[in-house]
């Protein structure tokens, strides 16, 4: 599984996340556990031990669990949420965290009638470049957007989005890369 919490989630992670969903809603805790996901998401991205742990098949399981619910309840994460990642460690799911939060944040997403979307610029985006981008897509796909952003250094310039399983690339890496397959095969 990638280091980030985009793409799309396995079967297994959609189970999981749709279960966690339910038992969230059932509790009134859908905003809560959301939260406390993209607290554990950021501790995974900025932590190479956590994700190595978390994918490593020498751990017992159940050691594996104590370990990724101790990290959670160290991050301030709701019962529910520290109950879920275990779980996941417990039934050799630990590798799938990643695709679990965003099977579970693209359901919480759709129960508000929103869309996920993720935006990964060359840069930061200020508050009206964001907007305008949330605006431009709320247009396109019909429906109110939440968006995540994150920066990627490699694209030189420009952004890409990410929705579902489509990518729309306005990137000036792209482009370069466009033009360089055109001189190849002139």
Do not use: C, H
Not at 66 to 89: P, Q, Y
Not at 94 to 120: D, M, N, S, W
Not at 126 to 145: H, M, R, T
């Amino acid at each position: 599984m990638a280091e980030t919490f985009d793409g799309e989630a396995s079967e297994a992670a959609a189970r999981y996340a749709r279960a966690v969903f339910e038992l969230a809603k059932e509790a009134n805790a859908l905003d809560a556990v959301e939260a406390d996901f993209a607290k554990f998401a950021a501790a995974w991205k900025e932590s190479a031990d956590l994700r190595d742990a978390a994918r490593s098949p020498l751990i017992d399981p159940q050691e594996k669990a104590n370990a990724l619910s101790a990290v959670a309840a160290k991050l301030g994460v709701s019962e529910l949420g520290r109950k879920a990642i275990g779980v996941a460690a417990l039934n050799r799911r630990a590798a799938e965290l990643p695709g679990i939060v965003t099977a579970y944040r693209a359901l919480v997403a759709k129960e508000r009638g929103a869309r996920q979307v993720e935006i990964i610029s060359a840069r930061p985006l200020g508050a009206d470049e964001k907007a305008a981008i949330v605006e431009s897509l709320s247009k396109q796909l019909g429906a109110k957007v939440e968006a995540e952003t994150s920066v990627d250094d490699s694209l030189i310039g420009g952004f890409v989005v990410r929705v579902g399983s489509r990518q729309f690339d306005a990137s000036v890496k792209a482009k370069l890369d466009a033009l360089r397959l055109a001189l190849k095969s002139a």
